[in-house]
């Protein structure tokens, strides 16, 4: 447990009092204004929180800042459909203007400055996220390096590159290397199509706000709380998600972007065994060899075990006397107890037993 | 008129109360003791390379039937999933039904594990471990469980071994991976299995969570954590959470040659429908299955659909078949507190109807 009182003192004190004043100024600047004024929302948690972690323990800042992360996410959407936002312009033009520049992000023709927009586009960045995030984890550089890397404009004379021959001595390396090359393309462009396909699905999602608003107007009911909002986002994105997703297409996506990344990992993994090979150590295709024979001798032992077993019991039974009991005794590693021996020898350490057959 | 009426000083209240939420779990968060894994008393048994037999103790009071019954878990996330808290666990509901529990922990494959075939995990490690029980208990026959692609291995085991068989229930299990709506059989249809298995080795599992939290990604890495704020100032609630998240990213490598085959014969050729599914020099049939079968499935699983389940009632022998249809998730299934009262309990009364020894 910790005892630290940090958090139930002066850290839980310091943020009552900041959001306070802070609520005291909002009050204040609605009744001057006598409207609704926009307010800096994200912003605001986002001066809280720096504001305040610097002294809180470094073992909840990862887990804070995701928490932080998400927040910012739902209050940036309900700054986005407060009444008052997009330059004053109020009702259900504002609202409908809010729903183009939403769409605007996902086509990619609003630049601004990645603030106004950014996190609602960053939410359709999951999927992708989530895929960086494994790629990273199985590969010594960081993050996805080639997702930025220029691809359009140089196909054209990449392709004639690496389609000219190798020639002498260094032909195969040479040959290596621009197949590395394609294998970086083609991972390349499935995932900026894998991209684009989500940009799209951004766009559906939007629509599909845009109508559950319009069924929200003809129920008269309203939404009141930037959680309903962002819940109601997410169940949008959801359903335009599990509806694209299970398509042939997003299929074919799915399995150009795992088979390219495999592919390109595979090219790379040929060219490390070889520079192993070539300062004489052990390459990874020289130790799965080695795995696949020991575990073909281990399935050779254990049937072997098992006729020798079979002997021993046909032996024992025709010289008429007790044939061996215990068939995986030969197999296990460790022997613990038996069932009528469970309470007593539930104390007893793991001890290895060799094999005695 | 705009159907969104957020005022400013609403919405600062909101957030207020999410910072507060916020401030109080991180010391809720600092104060959770270390995660358990697993919290009904068990001990080991039976080892083998990685693989762990428990053996789960008898709670007072309680006499076990005389057949035991064996867990077969996937190979996919850790089986403490069964077994999660104190009042969410489905293993303390067995026990409390009289069953001797048994489970197979299949422990971290790790490189030198690459060529376990399906064939060593079956025809290998279950059937040592179901010879181990039945001489330990004096039986022919014992019961089996089999969970997830846990249930898949112990259709494919109880066809080639029935007479060891008494009794087998499946659980969320895949048997038709056509079904409409099993994305991720759509999704591994595409992919290259052979250059990802002979590119990788061993299959990691960060690539299997990328898999999984892409089914649902807005709720499953968005949405999710903004719910937990809502839970951060208890701290059972703030346990049982990171407890969960625990087990949702424990992912065990898979040995590549296994996922090949289970990957190949059943995500891509649908296996138990259209059969060719040959372990060591037998091919699986399921019509080769005659004990009694209970087959539990979830009505709102987004990974193994009812109708990936439900497939079963056709494809074997048995002529004591029964289903049980769970209004819940692939999860929900074992943690919810309906289950508690539903499932475990039907799974106990069914086996101890047909469990005479």
């Given at each position: 447990?910790?005892?630290d009182?940090?958090?139930?003192?002066?850290?839980m004190?310091?943020?009552?009092?900041y959001?306070?004043?802070w609520?005291?100024?909002?009050r204040?600047?609605?009744?001057?204004a006598?409207g609704?004024?926009?307010?800096p929302w994200?912003a605001?948690?986002?001066?809280w929180w720096k504001?305040?972690?610097p002294a809180?323990?470094d073992a909840?800042?990862q887990f804070?800042?995701?928490m932080?992360?998400q927040?910012?996410?739902?209050f940036?959407m309900a700054?986005?459909?407060?009444?008052?936002a997009?330059g004053?312009?109020?009702?259900w033009s504002?609202?409908t203007?809010?729903l183009?520049?939403m769409q605007?992000?996902?086509?990619?023709?609003?630049?601004?400055?990645?603030?106004t927009?950014?996190?609602l586009m960053?939410f359709?960045?999951?999927?992708?996220?989530?895929?960086?995030r494994?790629v990273?984890?199985?590969s010594p550089?960081?993050?996805?390096?080639l997702?930025?890397?220029?691809?359009?404009?140089?196909?054209g004379?990449v392709?004639r590159?690496l389609?000219?021959p190798?020639l002498?001595?260094?032909r195969?390396e040479?040959?290596?290397y621009?197949?590395?090359?394609r294998?970086?393309?083609?991972y390349q462009?499935?995932l900026?199509?894998?991209?684009?396909f989500?940009?799209?699905l951004?766009?559906?999602a939007?629509?599909?706000?845009?109508?559950?608003?319009?069924?929200l107007?003809?129920?008269g009911k309203?939404?009141?709380?930037?959680?309903a909002?962002y819940?109601?986002w997410?169940?949008?994105?959801?359903a335009?998600?599990?509806?694209?997703?299970?398509?042939?297409?997003y299929?074919e996506?799915?399995?150009?972007?795992?088979?390219?990344?495999?592919a390109l990992?595979?090219r790379?993994a040929?060219?490390?065994?070889?520079?192993?090979?070539a300062?004489n150590?052990p390459?990874r295709?020289?130790?799965r060899t080695?795995?696949d024979r020991l575990?073909?001798?281990?399935?050779?032992?254990?049937?072997?075990?098992?006729?020798?077993?079979a002997l021993q019991?046909q032996?024992?039974?025709l010289?008429?006397?007790?044939?061996p009991k215990?068939?995986?005794?030969?197999?296990?590693t460790?022997?613990i107890?038996?069932?009528?021996?469970?309470?007593?020898?539930?104390?007893?350490?793991?001890?290895?037993k060799?094999a005695t057959? | 008129m705009i159907?969104?009426?957020?005022?400013p000083?609403?919405l600062?209240?909101?957030?207020l109360?999410?910072t507060?939420?916020l401030g109080?779990?991180m010391?809720n968060l600092?104060?959770a003791?270390?995660?358990?894994t697993?919290?009904s008393?068990k001990h080991?048994v039976?080892?083998e390379d990685?693989?762990?037999l428990y053996?789960y103790?008898?709670?007072?009071?309680?006499?076990p039937?005389?057949?035991?019954l064996?867990?077969v878990?996937a190979?996919?996330?850790r089986?403490y999933m069964?077994?999660?808290q104190?009042?969410r666990?489905?293993i303390?509901g067995l026990l409390a039904?009289g069953?001797?529990?048994y489970?197979i922990?299949?422990?971290?494959?790790d490189?030198?594990d690459r060529s376990l075939?399906?064939?060593?995990y079956?025809?290998?490690y279950i059937?040592?471990?179901v010879?181990?029980?039945r001489e330990?208990?004096?039986?022919?026959a014992?019961?089996i469980l089999g969970i997830?692609?846990?249930g898949?291995?112990?259709?494919?085991?109880?066809?080639?071994?029935?007479?060891?068989?008494?009794n087998?229930?499946?659980m969320?299990?895949p048997v038709?991976?056509?079904?409409?709506?099993?994305?991720?059989?759509?999704?591994?249809?595409a992919?290259?299995?052979d250059?990802a298995?002979d590119?990788?080795?061993?299959?990691?599992?960060?690539?299997?969570?990328?898999?999984f939290?892409?089914?649902?990604?807005?709720?499953?890495?968005?949405q999710?954590y903004v719910?937990m704020?809502?839970?951060?100032?208890?701290p059972?609630?703030?346990k049982n959470?990171?407890?969960m998240?625990?087990?949702?990213?424990d992912?065990?490598d898979?040995?590549?040659e296994?996922?090949?085959?289970?990957?190949?014969?059943?995500f891509q050729?649908?296996?138990f429908i259209?059969?060719?599914v040959v372990?060591?020099?037998r091919e699986?049939n399921l019509?080769?299955?005659?004990?009694p079968?209970?087959n539990?499935y979830a009505?709102?699983?987004?990974?193994?659909?009812p109708?990936?389940?439900r497939?079963?009632?056709?494809?074997?022998?048995?002529s004591d078949y029964s289903?049980?249809?769970?209004?819940?998730?692939?999860?929900?299934?074992?943690v919810?507190?309906?289950a508690?009262?539903?499932?475990?309990p039907?799974?106990?009364?069914?086996?101890?109807e047909?469990s005479a020894?």
């Open positions: 447990m910790n005892n009182s940090f958090f139930s003192n002066d850290w004190e310091t943020q009552r009092k959001w306070e004043n609520m005291a100024m909002s204040k600047a609605m009744g001057v006598g609704s004024p926009t307010a994200e605001a948690l986002d001066h504001a305040l972690s809180a323990p909840s800042k804070m800042e995701r932080m992360d927040g910012k996410a739902f940036k700054e986005t459909f407060l009444p008052g997009n004053g312009v109020d009702g504002a609202f203007k809010t183009e520049d605007q992000g996902f086509r990619g023709s609003v630049d601004d400055g990645g603030n927009l950014h996190r960053a359709w960045e999951l999927p992708y996220d989530n895929w960086q494994m990273s984890s199985m550089v960081p993050g996805d390096f997702r930025n890397m220029p691809h359009g404009d140089m196909q004379s392709d590159l389609s000219a190798g002498g001595y260094h195969e040479q040959a290596q621009q197949a590395l090359m294998c970086s393309i083609d462009k499935a900026q199509d894998y991209l684009a989500n940009s799209k951004g766009l559906k939007v629509e599909r706000m845009r109508s559950y608003m319009q069924d107007i003809q129920s309203t939404i009141d709380s930037a959680r909002i819940d109601n997410v169940g949008c994105c959801e335009v998600y599990a509806e694209e997703v299970s398509t042939p297409h299929a996506l799915h399995g150009k972007l795992v088979n390219t990344q495999m990992k595979h790379m040929v060219m490390v065994d070889e520079n192993l090979g300062m150590m390459t295709t020289e130790i080695l795995q575990q073909e001798t281990r399935r050779e032992n254990k049937r072997m075990r098992r006729d020798l077993h019991q032996v024992q039974t010289l008429g006397g007790e044939a215990s068939l995986t005794s030969g197999l296990r460790a022997l107890e038996g069932p009528d021996s469970k309470k007593s020898m539930a104390a007893k350490p793991v001890a290895a060799p057959k | 159907p969104i009426d957020i005022r000083d609403k600062a209240e909101e957030m109360d999410y507060r939420k109080q779990g010391e600092l104060n003791d270390k995660i358990d697993g919290v008393p080991p039976y080892k990685k693989l762990v053996r103790d008898t709670p007072a009071g309680i006499t039937k005389p057949v035991p064996l867990i878990y190979l996919v996330n089986p069964a077994d999660i104190e009042d666990s489905t303390k039904t069953q001797d529990v489970l922990d299949w422990g971290y494959p490189g030198a075939t399906l064939d060593d079956i025809n290998g059937d040592n471990c010879d181990f029980i330990s208990h004096g039986l022919d014992i019961n997830c692609q846990g898949a291995f112990s259709l494919m085991y109880t066809s080639m071994h029935q007479e060891k068989v008494k087998l229930v499946t969320v299990t038709d991976f056509e079904a409409p709506g099993n994305l991720l059989a759509s999704w591994t249809r992919m290259d299995i250059l298995v590119t990788m080795g061993n299959v990691p599992g960060e690539l299997l969570n990328w898999t939290l892409s089914l649902k990604p807005f709720s499953l890495t968005g999710k719910n704020v809502d839970l951060l100032d208890d059972d609630k703030v959470f990171l407890r998240e625990k087990w949702i990213f992912s065990p898979q040995a590549g296994t996922f090949r085959q289970f990957a190949k014969d059943f050729k649908n296996g259209n059969g060719g372990l060591g020099d699986v019509k080769e299955l005659t004990c079968i209970l539990i009505l709102q699983d987004h990974l193994v659909p109708d990936a389940s497939a079963l009632k056709t494809l074997t022998s048995s289903e049980l249809a769970f209004p819940g998730g692939h999860i929900g299934i074992y919810s507190g309906k508690q009262k539903e499932v475990t039907s799974i106990g009364k069914w086996l101890n047909r020894a």
